[in-house]
């Protein structure tokens, strides 16, 4: 079992930028790839960005390209999302998740372990 907990949350004005946490504690070894997905009011939830564990290999959805980077501390086991130029559509519930093995999956059924998520509010 893997336990996630996410954190790093708020509200933020448009433009701005917030850095999400997910720390990870359990069955946790290098070969894991973790991916944070989120969740608007009314919407299915989506993927967001993920990165392969031990070589960091990242992926990222059209939507948050070139403003959002996803990162990790080996050390720390600590996921990480550095949000910028955040947008009122970037509002959502943030989830990060985990999964065993090394290939970026952006379907949400394809991760078993989930954190508790933190929710992200960006006000125009």
């Known amino acids: 079992q893997v336990q996630l907990v996410d954190s790093g949350g708020g509200s933020m004005q448009a433009g701005g930028s917030l850095r999400l946490s997910c720390a990870a504690s359990?069955?946790?070894?290098?070969?894991?790839?973790m991916g944070w997905f989120r969740q608007a009011p009314g919407k299915e939830r989506e993927f967001v960005a993920a990165?392969?564990?031990?070589?960091?290999?990242?992926t990222y959805a059209d939507s948050v390209k070139g403003r959002f980077a996803i990162s990790r501390d080996n050390v720390k086991n600590t996921l990480y999302l550095q949000m910028n130029s955040l947008k009122p559509d970037d509002t959502a519930v943030y989830y990060c998740?985990?999964?065993?093995?090394?290939?970026?999956?952006?379907?949400?059924?394809?991760?078993?372990?989930w954190g508790q998520g933190t929710q992200v509010t960006v006000s125009s």
């Open positions: 359990g069955r946790t070894h290098s070969n894991y790839v």
């Open positions: 990165i392969t564990w031990s070589a960091g290999l990242t």
């Open positions: 998740a985990a999964r065993p093995g090394s290939i970026l999956y952006s379907l949400q059924k394809m991760y078993p372990y």
